[in-house]
């Protein structure tokens, strides 16, 4: 069973278009996060959400918009694409509260986002 | 603001043989988790090793553990009998706790290379 899944896992699209990653998880937590990884590696925290309402915004252009229907989804609708998006993008779940075991996320399998 | 950071970006071991990979951290905070993370070539992240701030035992999990010294905010992996498929990127990761909890800040990562 798949416990975070993400679609589509790859990506490829031209400039200025508007693409959807969709992320669903069926572990029951009740914290989705969307992370940036680029072309080093580097991991960012993009935006989090706690029972379908957003906790966590960090500095992402206003092209970028998160939405939760359910506590168990999370899909990541980015207008007017640009070469600099091109990128992994990372979805992953926890459950607050608790111990370590309870914030430990899980991440999906990355959407290699690809801008041309 | 936390930051983690991961000194090394890249390191080699034999086989069999022992690595420590290092992290530092920088935060005001008392209460927190630390987490490795490791992501392979196929690009899926996954959980190595959590501690939870508050706890002096140093976590271990297998082949995998960590020296946590709260005081120096350093937080190490140590891999023993290194295997192949250890060969990955490795990112520390830390989240504080409580209020505010659920935003993880990564470090930079380690890519290490396990040979034969």
């Known amino acids: 069973d798949t416990a975070v899944s993400q679609t589509p896992k790859y990506l490829v699209t031209q400039m200025g278009n508007d693409k959807s990653i969709k992320c669903e998880q069926n572990l029951g937590h009740d914290t989705m996060y969307w992370y940036k990884q680029d072309s080093k590696k580097f991991l960012k925290i993009m935006f989090s959400?706690?029972?379908?309402?957003?906790?966590i915004n960090e500095t992402v252009p206003n092209r970028f918009s998160p939405k939760s229907p359910d506590k168990a989804h999370l899909n990541l609708h980015i207008n007017s694409l640009e070469l600099g998006d091109s990128a992994v993008y990372f979805c992953a779940s926890s459950q607050r509260g608790g111990g370590a075991s309870y914030n430990e996320q899980f991440f999906g399998p990355g959407t290699r986002l690809t801008v041309l | 603001a936390q930051t983690v950071t991961q000194s090394q970006p890249e390191m080699s071991v034999q086989e069999a043989e022992t690595v420590t990979l290092s992290c530092t951290y920088d935060?005001?905070?008392?209460?927190?988790?630390l987490f490795w993370y490791k992501q392979p070539p196929s690009r899926q992240m996954i959980l190595v090793i959590r501690q939870e701030a508050y706890k002096q035992q140093n976590a271990t999990e297998n082949r995998f553990s960590v020296n946590f010294q709260k005081a120096a905010k350093s937080f190490s992996l140590k891999i023993s009998d290194s295997q192949l498929g250890d060969t990955a990127m490795y990112f520390c990761a830390f989240m504080k706790q409580g209020a505010g909890a659920g935003k993880s800040t990564f470090g930079d990562g380690t890519t290490l290379t396990v040979k034969p």
């Open positions: 935060t005001s905070e008392n209460n927190y988790y």
């Open positions: 959400y706690n029972n379908k309402e957003l906790i």
